[in-house]
C-alpha cells in the first residue's frame, strides 16, 4: 500500500472508515528527496489507532520516532504489535517506549513482540497476552533512557518477571533474549499450562532461574542458548535436572523423542527432535522444530566432559532412532559409548566424525551395542593404516562388519562423507553391506569453521 504513494495511502485509509485494518510499515530507509508530500506517520496513527488490528513497524529510532510518539493513543482493537530495529548491534541505542503506551487501553493485545525495541516492565500492556517476544543486543545491561523512571528498566527483577508471567495464562509463546533477570531468591512457580514454545538467550544462572520460576506442560519446546558460562559453577545440573523433569512430565501424551544430535561450532549445540530421519539418506538436523535446542559457549573443556553424557542419562531415549555426534571434542571412552547404547538401544542410524569413531568401532565388535543398528555413518575419517590415531580403523571396519553379519545384526548401509580410505579398503567395506555410500572422498578437513556448520544450527529460534 505504501509504495503507491502518500495520497493513495490517505485515500485508502479514509475509504477504510471504521474497519478493522493492519498497518505494516518499514522505515529503515527514506529517500531524502521524494516528489509530492511525505506520509505522516505521526497523525495517521493518531487517527486511525483506534481501528487498527495489527501494527507492525520496522526501522531505527530516527526513522521510527514520529510513529512511536503516536503510540501513547488508546488502541481498542488492536490485538498485534510488532516493533523490529534490523541489525541493531547497540544496547544503548534501543529505544524504551513510555508505560503508559496506549493510554493503558489496548485490551485485545495478545501479540507483542520487540526486537531492538521495548516496553517497561510495569506497563499494563503485559496481560493477557497470548504471544510474548521481546530481543536486545547481547550486551551489558544499559540505561532505559536518559533519565529513567522507576520501574521503566528493560530488565527486569525476577519476581516482576514471574509476576508478569502470572498474568499471562493463556501465554503459548515466550521469547525472552538478553533480557533475563539476574538468579533471585523466590519460591515462586508459575504455571504456564498452554506454553508450547520457549525461547531464552542470556547467562547459565539467568536461564535456570527463569526455568526453576515456571510449570511447562511436557510438550512445550525448548530453545536454550547461553553463550558465555562457567560449568564448574552448579548451573548444569541444575539445567540437566530441569530437563529431565520436564521430558519425563507424567500424564502427558507427547510422541517419544525420535533423533538427537550433538555438534559443536561456536558453541555446544545438542539437538532432540520427535521426528524421525529417513533412513535412505538422513539429513541431520531434521527440518521439523526440535523439542530441545540447546546451545552453550565452549570456553571450557569440561563442558565435553560433563553435559553430553549427563544428558542422554536424563532424556528418556528408549525410543531413539537416530543419533549423531560431529563433535571432535567429545570424550567418550568406550565404555561410555557402551553406556550411551544402553540408553537408547532402538538406535538404527548412526552418524559419527572421525575422533569418536576411534573410541566407538571397538564397541561395536559387541552384540549388545546399538543392537538395532542398520545404518551407520562416518564423517572426517581418516582410514589409513600409518595414522596413527586412527590406523587400527583399517583393520577394524572389516572386522565389525564381517561380527555383526555373523551375529545375524548387520550394518546393512555404510555412508562416508569427507573421510579418507585407499581403494582396497573401500572395495572390502562395500562387499560387507547392503548399500555403500560414498560422499566427498578425499582428505580430512576438522576445522572449526566446517564442523561449525555441519548441523547447520543459528541462534535464532524458528517458528
Not at 505504501?2 to 495511502?9: A, C, Q, S
Not at 523466590?186 to 504456564?192: A, F, H, K, M
Not at 528418556?316 to 538401544?345: D, G, H, K, M, Q
Amino acid at each position: 500500500m505504501f509504495d503507491l504513494g502518500t495520497e493513495w495511502v490517505q485515500e485508502m485509509l479514509a475509504r477504510s472508515k471504521a474497519a478493522l485494518i493492519t498497518y505494516h510499515r518499514s522505515l529503515s530507509f527514506q529517500p531524502r528527496i521524494q516528489r509530492g508530500k511525505t506520509l505522516d506517520d505521526e497523525l495517521i496513527l493518531l487517527e486511525h489507532l483506534s481501528h487498527i488490528r495489527q501494527l507492525t513497524l520496522s526501522g531505527d529510532a530516527d526513522f521510527l520516532a514520529p510513529a512511536v510518539r503516536a503510540l501513547t493513543t488508546p488502541a481498542p482493537n488492536l490485538e498485534s504489535l510488532e516493533l523490529s530495529w534490523p541489525g541493531l548491534r547497540s544496547r544503548q541505542s534501543c529505544v524504551v517506549l513510555p508505560s503508559d503506551v496506549f493510554s493503558h487501553q489496548a485490551p485485545k493485545l495478545r501479540h507483542i513482540a520487540l526486537v531492538g525495541y521495548s516496553i517497561p516492565w510495569d506497563s499494563s500492556v503485559f496481560r493477557d497476552l497470548t504471544h510474548l517476544d521481546v530481543r536486545l543486543p547481547p550486551l551489558a545491561p544499559f540505561p532505559a533512557a536518559a533519565a529513567p523512571q522507576p520501574g521503566a528498566l528493560t530488565i527486569p527483577s525476577l519476581d516482576r518477571l514471574l509476576s508478569i508471567l502470572g498474568a499471562m495464562p493463556s501465554l503459548q509463546i515466550l521469547t525472552l533474549e538478553n533480557c533475563l533477570p539476574l538468579p533471585g531468591l523466590t519460591n515462586r512457580v508459575v504455571p504456564l499450562q498452554y506454553l508450547n514454545k520457549l525461547s531464552l538467550e542470556g547467562s547459565l544462572p539467568q536461564t535456570v532461574a527463569v526455568l526453576k520460576g515456571v510449570s511447562l506442560p511436557g510438550s512445550a519446546s525448548l530453545s536454550l542458548r547461553c553463550p558465555h558460562h562457567n560449568p564448574l559453577d552448579g548451573s548444569l545440573d541444575a539445567l540437566i535436572s530441569f530437563l529431565s523433569t520436564h521430558f519425563r512430565a507424567p500424564g502427558q501424551s507427547i510422541p517419544p523423542i525420535s533423533t538427537l544430535t550433538i555438534g559443536h561450532g561456536e558453541c555446544l549445540t545438542i539437538g532432540a527432535w520427535n521426528t524421525d530421519v529417513p533412513l535412505h539418506r538422513a539429513e541431520f538436523p531434521p527440518s521439523a522444530t526440535p523439542r530441545l535446542l540447546l546451545n552453550l559457549g565452549c570456553r571450557y573443556h569440561a563442558l565435553f566432559e560433563l553435559l553430553p553424557l549427563q544428558l542422554c542419562k536424563a532424556l528418556p531415549l528408549r525410543n531413539l532412532r537416530a543419533f549423531a555426534t560431529i563433535c571432535p571434542l567429545l570424550p567418550w571412552t568406550p565404555a561410555e559409548w557402551a553406556e550411551v547404547s544402553s540408553l537408547c538401544p532402538q538406535v538404527v542410524h548412526l552418524l559419527v566424525d572421525g575422533p569418536a569413531v576411534i573410541a566407538l568401532a571397538p564397541t561395536l565388535m559387541e552384540n549388545t551395542t546399538f543392537p538395532a543398528l542398520i545404518a551407520l555413518a562416518f564423517k572426517f575419517v581418516e582410514f589409513s593404516p600409518w595414522n596413527e590415531d586412527q590406523g587400527s580403523l583399517y583393520n577394524v571396519m572389516p572386522t565389525l562388519l564381517r561380527k555383526r553379519r555373523a551375529a545375524g545384526i548387520p550394518v546393512r548401509r555404510l555412508e562416508l562423507e569427507q573421510c579418507a580410505a585407499d581403494s582396497m579398503l573401500l572395495y572390502n567395506l562395500s562387499q560387507l553391506v547392503d548399500d555403500f555410500i560414498l560422499d566427498k572422498i578425499g582428505e580430512n578437513d576438522t576445522d572449526s569453521e566446517s564442523l561449525g556448520s555441519v548441523f547447520g544450527f543459528s541462534s535464532e529460534w524458528d517458528e
